[in-house]
């Protein structure tokens, strides 16, 4: 398994402000994953962070307002642009691990509060 | 499209009891299927894998089943425990094998 940390664990914001989450994982990994999980929702993947290239954004979510970075095998940003209150949600990070290598590996999460 | 339906009503069990939650899901031909726990304020936790060709898994106390053909996943807490109390995801791979996820089941154990 993996043990993944989130900074901030939880932030209240402006709207039209932005916030840059940060998730660190004790080893290295290939792929890391951004989710988001909105009140009663489930959570939605956002894009898929690799090291080295672009990240691969999921239909609905675009890079100007989620722009990621994977600046080494044990670290990505993700940043929350222009920030409206529709962005209140929790973050999530994770990571592919495990004997099959399908399972996730889940950050806490950073609850963002947009007013 | 594809759909993961789990039942959106919490489900409130007697300790003791055995708790049995559903998943069922449309328009997918999964290799496998996956379920997940998650606390209030926590990330989800793995708990099972169970492959197409497995009708049945466990793992201590948990139980659980998949059914290609009926599209459905039952998930059982045997002896159910207060701390047994969480949300449970069940969740089948998608693109590039990345799980999606269904909007999860609350259970709630009654000591």
């Known amino acids: 398994s993996a043990v993944i940390s989130q900074k901030p664990s939880r932030d209240i914001c402006q709207r039209g402000t932005s916030l840059t989450i940060q998730c660190q994982v004790d080893?290295?990994?290939?792929?890391m994953f951004w989710y988001r999980q909105q009140p009663g929702q489930s959570l939605t993947l956002i894009a898929t962070?690799?090291?080295?290239?672009?990240?691969?954004?999921e239909s609905g979510f675009v890079i100007d307002k989620f722009p990621i970075s994977r600046p080494n095998l044990t670290f990505s940003t993700l940043t929350v642009s222009n920030m409206s209150p529709e962005d209140s949600s929790i973050y999530l990070c994770?990571?592919?691990?495990?004997?099959?290598?399908?399972?996730?590996?889940f950050g806490p999460g950073t609850r963002l509060t947009v007013t | 499209s594809q759909k993961i339906e789990q039942n959106s009503e919490a489900l409130n069990i007697q300790e003791g009891k055995t708790a049995t939650l559903t998943c069922n899901y449309t328009?997918?031909?999964?290799?496998?299927l996956q379920w997940y726990r998650q606390d209030p304020g926590r990330g989800p936790v793995f708990l099972l894998l169970?492959?197409?060709?497995?009708k049945e898994k466990r793992k201590e106390r948990l139980k659980v089943t998949f059914d290609t053909t009926l599209k459905q996943s039952l998930f059982h807490i045997t002896a159910s425990q207060p701390a047994d109390s969480a949300t449970y995801l069940c969740?089948?791979?998608?693109?590039?094998?990345?799980?999606?996820f269904g909007r999860g089941t609350s259970l709630i154990v009654h000591p």
């Open positions: 962070a690799n090291q080295g290239s672009e990240a691969t954004y």
């Open positions: 969740a089948l791979p998608g693109g590039s094998y990345i799980p999606t």
């Open positions: 328009n997918y031909s999964p290799a496998y």
């Open positions: 169970i492959r197409e060709n497995e």
């Open positions: 994770s990571v592919s691990m495990g004997t099959t290598a399908y399972e996730q590996y």
């Open positions: 080893s290295q990994v290939t792929m």
